[in-house]
Every structure is written in structure tokens, then in C-alpha cells.
């Protein structure tokens, strides 16, 4: 009855025996409660969260049905999971993009060890030059071809032009030799695209001081086939994921949060303008 | 003719024999340019940046009149000053806050010693926290008190709190036993206040990808009784200093001055709020 995600393209996964998250048939997506800190810091947020966000909000983080004794898939025997929605159970192909959010992924609260360890890794990635990292993707190609996911090893070396250039691919139904960003101005632009929303969500972190969001994730996520059939409700999803170093923000904003956001807006942005700027040059050619 | 600015709070000061900027009667202020990188960079962006910027974002730096040989103040013989505008000199008794922008103030490509420092230093005050940190102050009482000026150890063990009460402090008449925050709708409200100059700073770092302000400085400034007088032109300066760490952006927006500057807005905002309370209160008492 419990499954491994098939679309899991970041995080632990429950592969070769690992602990991992799992899924089932009616759209619940399992995941291991860690037994430090983070499973607390974690569970208190999913707890607290529906009850401290605004209504409109609200829709950008998983539904959380409560918690659960659950077969761990390392074998190791019943373990509380957290039961939430599986964002990509109403998808059939869905292409995804993780994004992990803030130029500063370590607490100021956290171990000295901790920080230096974090403080390597967000130096080694584009999170300190471009205030947010791309931790995991999968763009679906076709029915032949499958989906694109390139290895950790390769997300993790990713620099700014390789960014940009995934931004392309994401919303392109080619991804060579050049991705043709086909689908940049339904996915990324419109008034309930990908950039509204990040819009939204930008104008709620300038004024919450709700929460502080270290390590957390934008999940982006969408159905080719979908699009391409007219299919319009809901085929762009912008979803909060992983809150397991998410404390309390003591009266002060998520400034980490925003500037990652911001910079990652114009990343967005930047592709939109690009294929509205080659659409118009093609009809003149 | 050269003097020792008597407006200062922060940076290298030039008493007791030590290298600093020098001003003139003219409306001048020569800042020593430093031997290293440091002076390199800073001369590099003002040659650049009068013609880098639109228009009504210029008016946020200190207007640059080119270098000159200067004698030092510290007695070491001639050596290149930047000339700029003395943004005191307009004004008899200014009250001056000198904020550090930025969750972080060191630069990726620095050295490993020097980010390990400024990184301590960071975390040692406001600066990861709140995504800023007051950087020195003085606050005109009266021609009996003078200025109350708080020494430099004092305001790097401000915190949160702190910042709010000097923040209160800035813009009120009376400092203790609990600030009036009577300058507040004049100060940080209104049309040509503090909010709307940040205000309009935050669009433009929302989309600039020209420059990166590591460890760079808002300074706000106004004369309590050209309020009072009823003088409106030009009574409140909000401007950038210290380029020393400015660098290319490389296409990417400044992030880190973006979230540090709107964590900023949220804390003069909310003192701003809280002043229009307590009118309102003491309007019904």
C-alpha cells in the first residue's frame, strides 16, 4: 500500500533500504519525522502553520493531515511520519523544480559545527551569490524520452549561467540545442503563472513576522500535457516544502527568505522578457 | 582650512593623529583613499556611478568631485583624498543614523581570514539577525544638551531592541524617560520622508543588477529645528556611503542589501504605525 515516490527529485529517498519519505494511493505523502530537533522543529511547524498564516497564504504549503505510525522503508520498524498532501498526486508527467531559498541556509542559533558545515556548502553552491540554489529537478521530454533529470552530483555544480539556462529548459518542450521557452509566457507569466504567484508570496514575506525559513524549499511544478490540452486549474503549482529549521522570527522578517526570493523573481523574470523578446522577433522574421 | 568633521559617527575618524576624512568650508569632504583594494574599488565606483544609475536614484549618493592630494590627517604627508559633498554642511545641528545594510558584510571572493572575521563580526551584532545593524548615531537634544552620541562599544552590542528604541529615539523630542516619537510623521512618514525614500531605494534594488553594497551605509540625516522652523527643503536625507566593498553584480540582483534594507523598512515602518497610535489614544484621553 505504501509506495516510493516516483517524483522525489530532492531530499532523502526511500531507495537501497534508505529511510525516506513514502506515498500512498489516495494522494498522502509520508514523511519520516526525524528523531532530533528537526522532527520537532518540523512537526511544531505543521502544527502551528495553518493557524498563523492568512487565508490566501495558506495554499502555498502542503495540507498537513497530523502524524502516524508508519513502516519505516529502511526496515527498521513502525516510526512517526508526518502525513501530508502529495503535491504531484494530481499530476501525470509533472516537471519540478526545487529550489532551495536564501542566500544563508544555517540559523544563527545553531551549533558552531553546524554553521561552518552549512556555510561550506552554501559557498560552494550559487546560494550565497545568487541568494537561492536549485536542489533537485526533473523536466518531463516526451512519452519516448521520459523526463530529464540530471544526477545530484551535477545539481550541486551548478553555477548562475547553468541556472538560467534550466529556467529555459523548465518551460521549453525541446531542451536542445536550445531550449525554445514555449511555455514561458502560460507557466511563468499569466495572471495565475508561476511569477504571480511568487508575487504573492513576495509582498507576504516584506510585512510577516510570523517565521524565519532557513533551508526551505519552493517547489515548482507543472504538466506539460496539460497545457498542451488547455487544461487550466491547477496546472502550475508554488509550494513550501521542508520547515525542519524553521523557527520563530521575533518580530523581524524573513529578510534571508526575501532577498532569495527577489533574486530568484528576476531570474524568472529575466526568461519571461527573453521569450516575449524572440516571440516578437520571430513574427517579424 | 581643512578640519576635522565634527559630524562623524562612524568610520575612521581622524583625532589623535590617526588617518581620516578632513572637510572644508566649502561644502567638501575628503575622504584618505585607502593603498589597498579597498581604495581601488571605492574610486572605481565613483567614476562609474553617476553614469551606471537613472537619474532619480543619483541623488542617493554623495555628489563626487574627483581625487586630490590632501595632507593626511594623520601627518604622513600628501596623498589622494576623494572629494565629495559634505552632506552635513547644510545643516546646524543634524541628528545622523549610520546603518550598515545587509545580512552579510563580507564578499564571496574575499579572502578565507577575511570573511572569518567579518563573519564574526556579523554575528557578534544585529547584522544576521536583522539584516542590518546601526553602525554609529547622534541624536540633537537641545543647545543646553547638545547631541546624545553613544560610544562605538555601545552601539555594537545593540540589539534588537535597541535598534527599535533608537529608532524611536531618532524622531523624538524627548529621549528619556520614553520617547515622544513626535518628528515621527514628519521624519518617516510624508511624501519626501525617510519610508518613501526607502521606498523608492527598494524598487530600484528590486531590479538593479549593476552593483553589489557589501558593507555598505544608509545614512539618514535631518535637523530637528528646521522641522520645527517648518523648513521643507531639504530636511531629511536618506544616502548610500562607503563603496569599499562595492562590486560588479555579475546579472544578479543585490540580494543581500534588498533583504537586509526591506528588514529595515518593516522596523522604521513600525514605529511609524505605533507613533499614529498613540496619537489616535491620546486624542480620545
Redesign the interface.
Known amino acids: 500500500m505504501f509506495k516510493i515516490p516516483k517524483h522525489q527529485v530532492a531530499g532523502h529517498q526511500a531507495i537501497d533500504g534508505n529511510l525516506g519519505p513514502l506515498i500512498d494511493d489516495s494522494g498522502r505523502f509520508y514523511k519520516p519525522l526525524q528523531d532530533d530537533e528537526r522532527g520537532t522543529t518540523e512537526l511544531a511547524f505543521y502544527q502551528s502553520f495553518s493557524s498563523m498564516l492568512p487565508h490566501h497564504i495558506r495554499g502555498f504549503f502542503p495540507v498537513f493531515y497530523g502524524t502516524q505510525l508508519v513502516e519505516a522503508s529502511d526496515g527498521s520498524g513502525l516510526r512517526p511520519h508526518l502525513v501530508l498532501q502529495d503535491i504531484t498526486s494530481n499530476h501525470l508527467n509533472p516537471s519540478i523544480l526545487d529550489v532551495k531559498i536564501g ?2 541556509t544555517w540559523y ?1 542559533e545553531a551549533s558552531e559545527d553546524y554553521i561552518q558545515k552549512v ?1 561550506e556548502g552554501d ?1 560552494l553552491t550559487t546560494t ?4 537561492f540554489r536549485i536542489s533537485g529537478l526533473q523536466i518531463y521530454e516526451s512519452k519516448e524520452s521520459g523526463y530529464w533529470k540530471p544526477a545530484r552530483k551535477e545539481v550541486k555544480s551548478f553555477s ?1 549561467d547553468d541556472v538560467r539556462l534550466i529556467l529555459r529548459k523548465f518551460v521549453s518542450s525541446n531542451l536542445e540545442p536550445e531550449p525554445d521557452c514555449c511555455f514561458a509566457s502560460t507557466i511563468y507569466g499569466g495572471c495565475s503563472g508561476i511569477l504571480e504567484q511568487l508575487l504573492e508570496l513576495k509582498a507576504w514575506f ?2 510577516q ?1 510570523v517565521y524565519h525559513f532557513h533551508s526551505c524549499s519552493l517547489l515548482l511544478l507543472f504538466d506539460k500535457e496539460s497545457v498542451l490540452n488547455g487544461r487550466t486549474v491547477p496546472f502550475v503549482e508554488v509550494k513550501l516544502i521542508d520547515f525542519a529549521h524553521t523557527v520563530e522570527a ?4 524573513d ?2 527568505f ?3 526570493l ?2 530568484f523573481i ?1 531570474f524568472v523574470s529575466e526568461v519571461l522578457t527573453d521569450s516575449k523578446v524572440s516571440t516578437i522577433e520571430a513574427s517579424f522574421n
Open positions: 542566500s544563508r544563527p556555510l559557498r550565497v551569490t545568487l541568494g548562475a516584506e510585512d513576522t521575533k518580530g523581524v522578517i529578510h534571508n526575501l532577498g532569495g527577489c533574486s528576476k
